[in-house]
């Protein structure tokens, strides 16, 4: 079994308080500002582990993955992290347990770092061949993340990019 593991970290130019506000608390509200999630929605079966989190579970509709199911599996809001797992029916066969867990660390009253760890294990032959790709995938998927969740966090405004794919989807 290989490990991939996928790490970044941004400076936003925004206090940590409201960069984590988006990620932790409004967990469920990705699909408002993420490029790359048409919609997402509490996931009602899946209780929530811990006292402050807003939630167990989310669903997100991606296009090409179909709805992934995404379960909070670490929140301390007081260090401001939060950690989820991933699941779809439509992930190849041989990735399995994908974790992405994000820190939002305090620089000084107008900046903050996110940082994240996306990690998965890529098994068999599968793995062997198309690993390397997955973890191509990942580090595009977490560097677009980063860069939504950048601009969105700086001004309160999605992305022209978001905003005609949000068209698109409610057609």
Known sequence: MKKLNVNHSIEINTSSDKAWDIIGPNFINISVW???INRSWENKNVSKKYTNAPTGGRFCE?????DLDERIIHFDELKQEISWSAASKKLPAFV???QNPLKVENINDSTCRVSSNISANASGIGGLLLGGMMKKNFTKAIH??????????ETGEISDVKKRELAKATK
């Open 34 to 36: 993420a490029r790359g």
């Open 62 to 66: 991606v296009p090409g993955l179909g």
């Open 96 to 98: 399995s347990g994908i």
């Open 144 to 153: 677009g993340f980063m860069k939504y969740l950048k601009a969105y966090a």
